[in-house]
């Protein structure tokens, strides 16, 4: 009987991982139609009907790239639609910081029941209206206050997203990374039947012992742990990663496409610190809280000053008319807001040691996410360019010389797992150099991938 060597079956990990992500999966919604009969008064009976579309199923129906995911999740992630509302909020803070003092009506009347021909207490009309003046221009420096306030606001809003996006991000590679090892598992799985049902036909013609074919078929229960363990990664990875879209139920019939090979980067270290320095909201943030309290100080500063009250009065005693001002002035002799001018100095001052520090850090993270993505990067090339062809090799003499009588099953046994351990080691590599090249974008606030 011809002994065909399983492993030389499998196609390389590396084709096998380019092309298990082309499978489409469609989801084919039906259309229902209701037909609605109305009777019509005066008439026997008449009879229409409507076509009316059945609302689409929940989910995609084709797999989602990472671009569109990220776009599902900037749209629908519950978080960051809190997050607008607040930024609205704060932004509708700037009318109030622009509207000015209200002027006050007064009325008042005595003696209104009496008659107009009683010297000795005539009926006695007044009407005043009066209005605070602000001095100092507080109206400007609250509104520069309140605009910064927003900017700040902003890009604290543009940080969230963007954390929000990194976790889709590592969320969507553990779900490729997921689908990888489901698709290698069940390679495995099936290539070792196969190999399994051969040595089965040796064991029952006599070329081999019952301890051998009974020590490879314990092999069996590996294989079929792996492919149960990587159906129960990808579905947990699926179910996070619609989470953070933003889906309020999960679907098993969600699914993702991309390459699970990370691609290289062209940027180089100093070119990322400073797309850095020019992008990322967190260090913009530090920026806008100086201009905050620059502008707290200015007002501060304003409300110290004195601020008027003008009052204009019109006076009607029984057939007298009379007019009149008021000026209400007043003297701030103890209080000129003197701990607040204070307490507005030290926190500019402090702004701009937060800047500082968030300077210093822009450039920590960006080199450390720089760092773990070019030790990721070589590891990934060594399996990628080495260690995978290798232990392919090893597995294909191991088994030849095994089905041959020319290597100890023990030896087999430590190639084939080998060779699984490898391929399996190889993806989480590949894993790590996608999250390394995500958090490299996220350091940067800009997309590094090409």
């Not at 399983?6 to 989801?27: E, I, P, Y």
């Not at 607008?84 to 008042?108: D, F, H, M, Y």
């Not at 001018?341 to 500082?356: D, G, N, V």
């Amino acid at each position: 009987m011809r002994r065909l060597r399983a492993r030389s079956l499998k196609t390389d990990v590396r084709t096998t991982l380019r092309l298990w992500h082309g499978n489409v999966t469609v989801l084919v919604t039906f259309q229902v139609w209701r037909v609605a009969v109305i009777f019509l008064i005066g008439l026997v009976s008449a009879s229409a009907s409507w076509a009316q579309v059945a609302p689409p199923s929940p989910g995609p129906t084709a797999p989602l790239t990472l671009q569109e995911v990220v776009s599902l999740a900037r749209s629908k992630n519950p978080n960051l639609l809190a997050a607008q509302q607040n930024l609205l909020s704060v932004k509708a803070q700037e009318i109030q910081a622009g509207l000015r003092q209200n002027p006050t009506l007064t009325g008042l009347g005595t003696d209104v029941t009496n008659s107009a021909s009683n010297p000795a207490s005539p009926y006695n009309y007044s009407v005043q209206v009066s209005r605070l003046f602000e001095r100092g221009q507080k109206r400007r420096w609250r509104l520069d206050s309140a605009r910064s306030t927003t900017d700040q606001t902003r890009d604290q809003y543009t940080l969230q997203e963007q954390q929000t996006i990194l976790s889709v991000k590592q969320a969507f590679t553990t779900m490729l990374l997921a689908k990888a090892a489901l698709k290698l598992a069940q390679d495995n799985l099936k290539d070792f039947r196969h190999e399994l049902d051969i040595n089965k036909a040796r064991y029952d013609a006599g070329d081999i012992g019952k301890l051998d074919y009974e020590r490879l078929d314990l092999q069996l229960a590996q294989f079929e742990t792996d492919e149960t363990s990587a159906e129960l990664n990808l579905k947990q990875s699926s179910y996070q990663l619609q989470t953070l879209i933003g889906f309020e139920r999960v679907t098993d019939t969600f699914d993702i496409a991309g390459d699970i090979l990370p691609p290289p980067l062209t940027p180089t270290l100093n070119d990322l610190e400073q797309r850095a320095l020019a992008a990322r909201p967190d260090y913009k943030a530090a920026q806008d809280a100086i201009r905050v309290a620059d502008a707290n100080v200015k007002l501060a500063y304003a409300n110290g000053t004195t601020d008027p009250t003008l009052e204009g009065e019109y006076d009607r005693v029984g057939t007298y008319n009379s007019a009149g001002f008021n000026i209400s002035i007043p003297l701030r002799i103890f209080d000129r807001n003197q701990g607040n001018k204070e307490t507005s100095k030290y926190l500019a001052q402090a702004s701009r040691f937060s800047e500082i520090a968030a300077r210093a850090q822009v450039y920590s993270d960006v080199d450390q996410a720089w760092a773990g993505y070019a030790a990721s990067k070589t590891l990934s090339d060594r399996y990628n360019g080495h260690y995978l062809d290798e232990a392919k090799d090893v597995l294909s003499i191991a088994q030849f010389a095994y089905e041959h009588g020319g290597l100890a099953l023990l030896d087999y046994l430590n190639a084939l797992q080998d060779d699984r351990t490898t391929t399996l080691n190889a993806l989480n590599a590949y894993a790590q150099t996608w999250m390394a090249v995500h958090q490299l974008s996220f350091a940067t606030a800009t997309e590094v991938t090409p």
